[in-house]
């Protein structure tokens, strides 16, 4: 007997497939439906061998969506918002991995991702970077889950946004392939990946928006640069952040200031040396690590994690679990 | 009949082993002697299968040194100084991939590296940076061949540094496993480096006082933040360059500046758009790229080399050509 | 509370590291010590991040070995035996991941493999290919736990030769880095491996004799060729299998015959297509697919599975739990 | 002044990219035109940079091609006979590296590709696998360039079946992703190569047929089982067989076949030990080795190229070497 049924929608893709394998093996989450749209009717265990979870990819026919006490929403950015929509009014509670409820301003969002599909729900949403809204998550009927480079760069920066120390911010960051979603074309072809390395999202990558938005909200003042890059690996994720504060720093109440905010998270780490995504490969765990640079005063802070986990599916799972009452951990261990 | 005999000293690493494949490969030079200290005895073309150079590498007596017209030297650095001396005392000109004679203030190489071999000959060695020094390289004897990042990081940043834009900068950079030599030991073990990326050199990278003496060379103050990251990959390297600007810089004149910087460079192109490190594998060009951040005014430059190539032995060759009188694309196309 | 206490003894290595995670996560397993030789006092954790075992490796004194009810010996062969003996002599139950018991005939170890250090208990040893000794691994006080690529041969080929299929075999197997254990040096090197693809063991690799002795005990002739070669991936083991049946034998029968062999096992698929290595990463499952060639009679089967789950840590595991009386599935899920 | 021109025909694709670069560096050839379909009006070295070739790809009118002396048709097998056809009627020697004209016999070619676009030429085509056809390949107007398994095979078996010792053999090969061609979808996403490792057309692959009658011509009696596996890398191929000769050889004298069969071919060398792929990456090289197996009686037989190379472009390139009366290896050192 689990304790709620999920559904999750568009669980052909790379973060929807994990989520819907990380609800069916979750202890107290039943898997109700996982729906797919090209590839309804195919068995996600053939789509995805790896994950195991042996049910049929069905239609979601959002008029008359599957009964759930929630859902996991893994469209493409624009396409979710109309659906979200439908599954609330079916009194479902929504984690939304898309971009749609990111964004608190719908303007903000329409200049980057075009019209919104539900912009009166847009009050609704708590910005589900779990560390940071954790009270908010429980009482929300709506989460937008963060994009997987926010998630990074928030959880690398938020203990010096709080303090004022985030003027201005580079973010060189780099991802494995599963970051762009499971999308067909030249670019993610083997050979075009394989041994190269690339910026990609120079002239201005949609995830930066939310970057200012997270950083604004903590104290920072938006004066950021992000630059992704394309990694030659299927999952992980480095944010490497580098920081001219306001003021000097005393290193030592750094590492402070870093450990005692997480101290309790159970998905955040301080470590003391750089972290490689390895380490966080297949976990919902984000590493982080601060340093300073004494010649020239800058802070750099490093924060990995594996983007289609805490990234997408794995703070969906930890989000819902808040959502539902449960411990946040439940699932993800 | 070749026009120049050329020993390779230290062919059992990856630079030297490529150094000699180059050489050997050369229209005009010939591989006067392939040598190594371990692996003394053993044949080149089976350490290094894909080089098919069919020589046997002997060791190296500094005090009756093969009879050559010129020298590249691939020791580990603070091996090199003394060889480089008794070469050149036998009277060859001396391409030297070491670290050794790069820095040219003792104080500052001992800092890093730790006593110097022969501090007398710093004087005289000219810093290969081929496309900033060529005058100087032509009428050298000994050339200090670059660091691979220093390479492509002043390579990307010296337009600007020449107009005075580079007050404040963070070079984001990232390696092929091939950069750190060809050194046993986990952490470039197979299984550490697959699926994974990672800053490192985070305290403080060696190549960092190589960057702030060409900076400050080409009019640069010196703020210099430099972390590099390891890369999945054997070969490539990018240098993702962030600068702050003191004045504000036109987004057409920039390219222009690029443009024209770099017109006549038969290694260098402006590319329109951020390259990747698989366009410059196995080739000795540096491809540059450079956008403006209008949000933050910051510019952002990224150069990608091969470090074996451009990086360490194709630079080498380059330098070479140079001093011996011959085109500098001779035998790197 | 746990119901037993595991030394892992070798937990520096590949195998043993893994092992030890597996105990340290194991609902009904509590980790004794985890022990290793150059690596004694450091961290687990520091050596595996992600393995996440916070204790230091300790060194084991054979004559005064940890409090324990079980262990994993993780030693490489030669060096396991005596310590094995030892801690049987202490009363614990062990599992031993190295080649010193899985060959039954003394002479044939010592001709692959030099002296055999406790020969007095190649008697006692239970071979823990689980699928096909399950029983005796129940009641075994020292399982020897099977070479990587002989538990997916032997997995591949077992319904054949139980038939009497398999008068004639050819093995083309292949693995990732991790199968070679943690050894350094240039074969494992990043750079060497990469982008490389290369069969080795050529003249007769270990693994061979355990091969034929398995094929042996299920009624096959020993007519074996068997070849590895090396991928460039981390962890998953194919084996490849040619098999020229004595008669012939009708398509639908084959697959029946391998479906009904596995149907009950928790760890054994058997799947239409050919599987990738992909779908067993990081699980204890072996999938087996078998087909037959109508223009040569022959029959080809398949079996992939990770060489550090199913093919070492993740088997000693599954034999633990049955020489303990759990679920043989117990913390491999 | 180049001493001929050549059109390459479909130059979009892997292997028609790397032909016209290597046509392009050619000291002999000039690239008269570089076609493509659905990428007609791009610029090649933007859809390659690596390869450098700046030509705008045009589309080809089968009824007015451009001026030329020879061609290099790389079109899907299917497309590519008819445009064959027209080429050779205005007066162009080819070289078609599709499969459309390597099967002798209408009959096979249908049964496994489909209508066959002009069978009249099928009597003039000469199969091109170099080493063994060099002399037809001279006088051809027509060369039908072997498949790059078919390539590897026969190189590896032409010894042993010129001396009627292969009564029986399985071939187990495994190629980098290129050699699928640059087909869009998810098979070869980056995301399912990658740590991957799986055979494919087990129930049998296009290149059988070609296999057969390569082996049947040279004196094999054809009972072949052949099956390719995919491997996480971008080009090269390895082809392990097999052998179960009719009568017992001698290893000495088996290696002394293989070393005197190919002692004066410039692009196959015969080697000690099993090759990997990495040697004879970028190169036109084939690389083999011959074990026997004393407790079989088998012989094993490796042979190792690039699959874009000696296994289409780089032996398209050797072929018309000959075919306009050049030095074989012109062009591909």
Redesign the interface.
């Known amino acids: 007997m689990s304790d709620a049924r999920v559904v999750v929608a568009g669980a052909s893709g ?1 973060a929807g497939a994990l989520a819907a394998h990380l609800v069916h ?1 979750h202890p107290r989450l039943e898997l109700a439906a996982a729906t797919a749209r090209a590839d309804a009717g195919e068995r996600l265990d053939r789509l995805y ?2 994950y195991r979870v042996p049910v049929e990819l069905t239609l979601l026919d959002p008029d008359d969506p599957p009964e759930a006490d929630a859902a996991i929403v893994a469209y493409p950015h624009g396409a979710a918002a109309r659906v979200v929509a439908r599954l609330m009014e079916a009194g479902q509670k929504v984690v939304d991995v898309s971009a749609d409820f990111r964004l608190h301003d719908q303007s903000a969002y329409e200049a980057t991702y075009g019209e919104h599909g539900a912009p009166e729900l847009l009050g609704d949403a708590v910005y589900g970077l779990t560390e940071l809204h954790r009270d908010d998550v429980r009482g929300a009927r709506l989460v937008a889950n963060p994009g997987c480079y926010p998630t990074a760069a928030l959880l690398a920066l938020a203990p010096l946004a709080r303090e004022g120390l985030v003027g ?1 911010v ?1 973010i ?1 960051a ?1 991802s494995g ?2 970051g762009a979603g ?1 999308v ?3 670019r ?13 999202g ?3 990558h949609r995830h930066l928006p939310e970057i200012t938005q997270g950083l604004g909200e903590l104290g920072g003042d938006g ?3 992000f ?1 992704p ?8 994720l ?1 944010a ?1 952040c ?1 920081v ?1 504060p306001p003021s000097e720093v005393d290193a030592g109440e750094l590492q402070e200031l870093y450990r005692s905010t997480y101290a309790d998270e159970p998905f955040v780490q301080v470590v003391p ?11 919902n765990d984000c590493r982080v ?1 601060v ?1 300073t ?1 004494p ?2 005063g ?1 802070i ?1 802070t ?1 924060a ?1 994690i594996d983007n289609l986990w805490k990234g997408a599916a794995g703070q969906a799972i930890q989000n819902l679990n808040l959502m539902l009452g449960f411990d946040e951990t439940e699932g993800l ?1």
């Open positions: 790379f093996r061998p790896r201005d580079v060189s780099a392939v599963s499971r067909v074309g030249d993610f072809h083997f050979v075009s990946v394989d041994e190269n390395f690339s910026p990609y120079v002239e201005g004066r950021v640069t630059v890059h394309l990694l030659p690996i299927d999952q992980g480095m490497s580098f001219s040396d750089a972290p490689g995504v390895r380490e966080v490969r297949e976990t690590c340093a640079d010649r020239t800058r750099m490093f990995a261990r």
